[in-house]
């Protein structure tokens, strides 16, 4: 059974940093894309970054480009989504997704999540 | 980045049938047939209904089905039951790195 298991999501003030951590279960890791998504609150999805299967290929959306870093080690079965310079609004339950098939998530995690607040 | 427009609320009896839709542009939604649907419920992470424009992963009824023309994608939900009360967005690419979300739709079964 394909699992993914996020954790590191807590409380952190403004402009501090901190990692989130997907670990996967029941699929070849590294053969697959893997996606963050994000959801405020209350909000709809929104689509954070992803990254190919040797990490050599990632994207961001704008709000979070230079700021935050999506990473994988593949023998170590794990993807992590290191985060500086955090804002208010990043605040939001964090989604690690498979992009199990052709541009689409056919699994997700349960979500780990972040506070941003003084 | 602005998200895919979709409506905020659609709703309908059961056994009826619904369709929402997601528009956007020639450079997402109109330029890939890179688009899918999710299933959320409260309190749970999604769940994806629709791949490709029109194609169901296994295991997902096909009560629900996907179409395109254009900019504008549409789920249709036929036979409408109690269960399908959810949030639903659709996701498409947007140039060739970047991916967006529906702004999502509240879906009420009378």
């Known amino acids: 059974e394909v699992q993914l298991v996020e954790s590191g999501g807590g409380l952190v003030q403004p402009g501090g940093s901190l990692r989130l951590s997907c670990a996967p279960s029941?699929?070849?890791?590294?053969?697959?894309?893997m996606t963050w998504v994000r959801q405020a609150p209350g909000k709809g999805l929104e689509w954070v970054a992803n990254i190919n299967q040797d990490g050599s290929e990632k994207y961001y959306m704008d709000s979070v480009k230079g700021r935050f870093t999506i990473s994988r080690d593949n023998a170590q079965n794990s993807l992590y989504l290191q985060m500086s310079s955090l804002r208010v609004e990043d605040s939001a339950l964090y989604y690690c997704a498979r992009d199990g098939v052709p541009a689409a998530f056919d699994s997700w995690g349960q979500g780990t999540l972040l506070t941003v607040s003084s | 980045q602005s998200a895919l427009t979709q409506p905020a609320s659609v709703s309908g009896s059961p056994g009826q049938s619904i369709t929402i839709s997601c528009t956007g542009t020639?450079?997402?939604?109109?330029?890939?047939?890179?688009l899918s649907w999710y299933q959320q419920h409260p309190g749970t992470a999604p769940k994806l209904l629709i791949f490709e424009v029109y194609n169901r992963p296994s295991g997902v009824s096909n009560r629900f089905s996907g179409s395109k023309s254009g900019n504008t994608a549409s789920l249709t939900i036929s036979g409408l039951q109690a269960e399908d009360e959810a949030d639903y967005y659709c996701?498409?690419?947007?140039?060739?790195?970047?991916?967006?979300f529906g702004g999502g739709t509240k879906l009420t079964v009378l």
């Open positions: 996701f498409s690419y947007r140039n060739d790195t970047t991916r967006v």
């Open positions: 020639s450079s997402d939604v109109g330029g890939y047939n890179y």
């Open positions: 029941g699929f070849t890791f590294s053969t697959y894309w």
